[in-house]
């Protein structure tokens, strides 16, 4: 009888590999640019929200614990991680229950193996979306602010370079977990998500970075 991981080899098959050192229950996860990947935060029953992360192998198959951690605990969907131009990750916004929404992001370093945090958004933000924009800058629009609170119908960009915010044009609606893609054109797609009054969403709308004009 074959390991129940090979049924099915035919059309692609799972296989075992070594267990991260702590539980975790939506964690954020990222490729880094040596092919290792980068798992963050999460919650455990036990321990609540987490702040600590670990990287995976592929080569040797085994997890190593990072040194540092987050300067606040969070994790996936309330929180988003964007990958950056250069390999590093910034990890945006979430929620953390003492503090609630947090407008706090931080930047995993993957030549140093660490953590440090970045400057904050100019508000708390939890289930909004993020995507890196054509010029490396990464857009963070909608979500909502705190428990209980509106969606949101701001939207922010981060230089990596500066590592400093700024606020751009408000979407024409507010949105509460909306899907982004960065579109060839180099306009942001937003669709989608929960709208204050209606409920979940059918609509979209696109971003137009500085220099391209909406059509």
């Known amino acids: ?13 799972w296989s075992p ?23 963050a935060g999460g919650f455990t029953f036990e321990a609540g929200t987490l702040a600590d992360a670990e ?19 969070r994790g996936a969907p309330s929180a988003t991680a964007t990958v950056l131009p250069g390999g590093g990750i910034l990890v945006v916004g979430g929620w953390d229950r003492p503090r609630g929404c947090l407008a706090r992001a931080d ?12 400057s ?10 993020a995507v890196l924009t054509a010029d490396g800058s990464v857009l963070v629009a909608g979500g909502v602010s ?7 119908s701001s939207a922010e960009l981060y230089d990596p370079v500066a590592n400093s915010w700024v606020r751009t044009a408000d979407m024409a609606e507010a949105r509460e977990a909306p899907a982004a893609a960065l579109l060839t054109s180099g306009d942001v797609l937003l669709a989608g998500g929960v709208k204050p009054g209606v409920g979940v969403s ?3 709308e696109l971003f137009h970075p500085v220099g391209r004009p909406p059509r």
């Open 202 to 204: 059918r609509g979209s």
């Open 1 to 13: 009888m074959r390991e129940p991981w090979l049924a099915g080899a035919g059309t692609g098959r």
């Open 55 to 73: 990287v995976y192998d592929p080569v040797s198959e085994a997890w190593s614990p990072i040194q540092s951690r987050m300067s606040a605990p």
């Open 107 to 118: 930047y995993f370093d993957p030549a140093l193996g660490a953590w440090r945090a970045a």
């Open 17 to 39: 590999t070594a267990s991260m050192a702590t539980a975790r229950s939506g964690p954020l996860a990222a490729r880094l640019p040596d092919g290792r990947v980068l798992v």
């Open 146 to 152: 705190g428990d209980n609170e509106p969606a949101l």
């Open 120 to 129: 904050r958004m100019s508000v708390g933000r939890c289930f909004h979306a």
